[in-house]
């Protein structure tokens, strides 16, 4: 196995240095983008009130993530849960990530994309979620011309770690436990 990028052959070189040169300038701002909106404020709004499920309905959420993502009230129960064991980043991604899917302007989605891909996929982000190397390749390979598809992997790699690992450890913690009551 090779080890490190001088062992790499010369057009894997090349072609590691073209998606970096293509990444960098899609994640440097443009000019023309300094007096559209940011898509994700430094403080979040507060979202609206969220109306607590009945216990039949928290029920279901055990046995699937999606329809506990999809609700307001569950999403909002399980980041609070996942914000007491310091690993919110990966519902802060999923959210960033649908978000993102429905953006139709490509400047924007060019911003969101750059927002996205700094908060959240580079080495070192503030919110680094925790997806594999190649993952990682193929979203920033993505990113080099943006679409409602770039982030899909990754997205679909942190919901699977959520199913697998958070939404069990949620289904036994109070938080859950207060809603089926």
């Known amino acids: 196995m090779c080890k ?13 240095k073209e998606i970096k040169t293509k990444l960098g300038t899609l994640l440097q701002k443009p000019d023309a983008t300094i007096d559209f909106i940011i898509p994700y404020p ?3 709004e507060k ?7 009945s216990p039949e309905e928290a029920l279901q959420w055990r046995d699937s993530l999606e329809k ?5 009230y569950g999403l909002a129960s399980f980041r609070s ?14 959210v960033a990530c649908e978000d993102y899917k429905k953006t139709k302007s490509a400047v924007k989605m060019a911003e969101k994309a750059k927002k996205i891909y700094e908060e959240f996929i580079q080495t070192e982000a503030p919110k680094e979620v925790n ?26 790699r942190i919901f699977a770690l959520m199913e697998k690992d958070s939404l069990p450890r949620f289904v036994r913690s109070e938080f859950y436990h207060e809603l089926i009551k």
């Not at 490190?4 to 590691?16: M, N």
């Not at 979202?47 to 499920?53: E, R, S």
């Not at 506990?68 to 307001?72: A, E, G, S, V």
């Not at 997806?131 to 997205?155: C, G, R, W, Y």
């Open 131 to 156: 997806i594999d190397h190649f993952t990682k390749a193929v979203t920033m390979k993505n990113l080099v011309e943006p679409s409602p598809t770039s982030f899909d992997m990754a997205q679909k």
């Open 68 to 72: 506990l993502l999809q609700n307001p």
């Open 47 to 53: 979202p609206p009130k969220a109306q607590k499920p």
């Open 4 to 16: 490190g990028l001088a062992a790499l052959p010369h057009t894997c070189l090349e072609r590691a």
């Open 81 to 94: 849960f996942l914000r007491s064991e310091f690993s919110e980043e990966n519902a802060e991604f999923w």
């Open 42 to 44: 430094e403080k979040p």
